[in-house]
Structures are given as C-alpha cells and as structure tokens.
C-alpha cells in the first residue's frame, strides 16, 4: 500500500514522519471566511426553510496555527509547499513562508462558479493556493505551471466526504503540476483524503492525518477503491 492515513491530531499523529518530498494541503481557512460561511448558511434556511449547507465542525485557521505549521514542518519537507486558503489569511501565509527561508509565489486562483442566493455584493468564486518552494538550483529549474485553476463544467462533484472539500480533478493537477513519479505527498488536513486519492491515482506515495472521526471513516473507505491509474503505473 502507497498511502497512509491516521486519525488524529497531525501534531501527534505525524510526529514521527521524518521527510516528505511535498506538502499539498486544504488546512481550514481563516475567520473571516468561517463566519461568513455560518451567516449564509442562517440566510438560506431564513429564505427557503431548509438547511442546504452542512455546517463546518471544526475550527478556523488562526494566524498563529500557520506560524506553527509551516516550523513544524521547515526541515521536514524537501520540496514544495502547496497550502489552499482564504482570502484572509494569504499575506499570513506568505510571511510564514519568507520566515523559513522559502521562495514565496503570488496566490494561484481556484476559480468555481458558486451561486449565491442571498448577500449584498459578489460572491466570491475564489479559493487561493499559495505556493512556495526552497531556494535552490533543483527547484528554480522546475519549469512553468498555471496561473490559475479554473473548474470546468464536468469536473464537479456533488457529494463530498468533507465539508469544503476540494474536487479530485483539482487535487490530481496539484500533484502533476508540483510531484514526480515516485514522490511522497504530504496532507496533515486529509478530509476526506482527496489528495491521498490524487496521488496513488498518479504513482506517488502519500500520507496524511484527518482529524474528524466520522471524516476519517470514510476517507478509508474510500481510499481503499482506488488504484493507480494505467498511464501512472
């Protein structure tokens, strides 16, 4: 077996992992994001009398949970550092990224046409990845990847493990676009072990931690129907 996924706290459960080849992660987002999330939930079932959105179960991405995470992780990770996050967290995340020594790029739109029922202004299409990679020769050759993400119609999934769960087709161009063949994928937020899936679909190793324990049942469940896929073996 390719992959591992542990219940539990990833402070705890992947203490002892001593080196990975790239982190690609959906940690939570930031405050701002969890409570507008919770009031458009309120405003829907107000509007139409029912619950059309899960509420999330866990906490919001503090400031300091970034800081802590990208030291755990410094001497740890080889590679790039591929981290999904809101609007409000992404200069967080690019001074956590400067402080241990990495190559900072702009944000990455994940761009998702995502109705909006109610509110009193856009609505937000975009999800940020932040990138970043060490300050050597391997990586600064690595070569040019997108600019942007955009989910095509086909692509969409309705039915997800986790809450704010990320599409497999998002996850598998991750780990194209920033792994070799071969390589171990790091996911310390596994949800419903959507990057886990991209990766063994594609021939890289992967290991990661979920929390959530309903989540985590059934990111096993799903992990063990998946297979390399032919042109990655």
């Known amino acids: 077996m390719t992959w591992t996924l542990k219940h539990g706290d990833w402070r705890d459960e992947l203490s002892d992992v ?18 507008g999330d919770a009031a458009s939930a309120v405003q829907v079932k107000s509007a139409t009398g029912q619950n059309t959105r899960r509420e999330i ?21 080889k ?18 990224f400067r402080e241990i020594g990495l190559y900072s790029f702009a944000p990455l ?12 202004g856009p609505a937000s299409w975009a999800d940020y990845i932040m990138a970043a990679r060490p300050r050597n020769i ?37 780990v194209e676009d920033y792994t070799k063949p071969g390589d171990t994928v790091c996911d310390p937020f596994a949800g419903g072990a959507t990057t886990l899936a991209a990766a ?22 799903r992990m063990s129907g998946i297979t390399v896929e032919p042109e990655a073996a």
């Open 18 to 35: 001593e080196e990975v080849d790239t982190i690609i992660t959906d940690p939570p987002f930031g405050q701002r994001t969890h409570k």
């Open 57 to 77: 179960s866990y906490k919001h991405f503090h400031p300091a949970d970034v800081f802590e995470f990208t030291q755990s992780w410094r001497d740890r990770n």
């Open 79 to 96: 590679g790039w550092w591929i981290c999904i996050t809101s609007h409000d967290l992404v200069p967080v995340w690019e001074q956590a």
């Open 109 to 120: 739109p994940f761009i998702r046409k995502v109705p909006r029922l109610l509110g009193d």
């Open 138 to 174: 391997k990586y600064s050759r690595w070569g040019c990847r997108p600019g942007a993400y955009v989910l095509e119609k086909g692509h969409y999934e309705r039915k997800k493990i986790a809450v704010g769960g990320k599409p497999i087709w998002l996850m598998k161009k991750l």
């Open 200 to 221: 063994t679909m594609l021939g890289r190793k992967s290991i990661g931690c979920e929390l959530q324990e309903e989540t985590y049942k059934k990111a096993l469940e």
